[in-house]
């Protein structure tokens, strides 16, 4: 695709329900984040995926959290038994290189934990 | 600990003046500072990079100064248009093992007034 996709674009769900969040990366690029921003915060990281390397999982906040990447392409962020303070936008971005280059962020999901 | 700051409080400038964000850094030594732009409900958008060996980076309208010894970096609009009213966040990437991975400040809001 032309960007980084994600989805659900929102998502309501109750305090203790489990829920996927997906994330479609720019094709072709060896690495993918996921951050997390409340409301009038900044971005917080979470976790970081490059090519076959284990993922910098440093910024996760919980155990309840998880995130994968399957063939080096698609990733799903995983909330377990969520809590009312998880709720906020969840953001993707990915990158075709090392650095310096720039990361392409997603358009988020935003996650209402009732 | 490694903390970012950028002024919480939001910028209000009239339309034609030159907007001046700030960036400041601790406990941190990046090898490259970006500044994104993010509107509301909208992932941030790339706009300039600036390496450690940098003092200064021009696009367009926009100018970014990095001053590794003041742990701080400016960014500048000038002509500013209402158009360029957003969020703005800087981040930084490398060094202290942090290779790869962009910590973002919390964002600073600017609104231009016609």
């Known amino acids: 695709g032309a960007g980084v996709s994600q989805s659900p674009s929102n998502k309501v769900t109750e305090k203790g329900k489990d829920v996927e969040l997906r994330c479609d990366p720019i094709s072709g690029h060896t690495a993918l984040y996921w951050y997390r921003q409340s409301l009038g915060q900044g971005l917080e990281f979470l976790i970081y995926f490059q090519g076959n390397s284990a993922p910098d999982k440093s910024g996760l906040p919980s155990d309840r959290f998880s995130a994968e990447r399957t063939g080096g392409s698609v990733s799903t962020l995983t909330i377990q038994r969520t809590q009312q303070e998880d709720s906020a936008v969840y953001l993707c971005a990915s990158r075709g290189g090392g650095a310096p280059d720039t990361q392409y962020f997603g358009p988020g999901t935003r996650l209402t934990v009732l | 600990s490694q903390k970012i700051e950028q002024n919480s409080e939001a910028l209000n400038i009239q339309e034609g003046k030159t907007a001046t964000l700030t960036c400041n850094y601790t406990?941190?030594?990046?090898?490259?500072l970006q500044w994104y732009r993010q509107d509301p409900g909208r992932g941030p958008v790339f706009l300039l990079l600036i390496r450690e060996n940098e003092k200064e980076k021009r696009k367009e309208r926009l100018k970014v100064t990095f001053d590794t010894t003041l742990k701080q970096s400016l960014f500048h609009i000038t002509a500013s248009q209402p158009a360029d009213s957003a969020t703005y966040l800087c981040a930084l990437e490398g060094g202290s093992g942090n290779t790869g991975k962009l910590i973002f400040g919390q964002g600073t809001t600017l609104q231009v007034k016609p």
């Open positions: 406990n941190y030594s990046p090898a490259y």
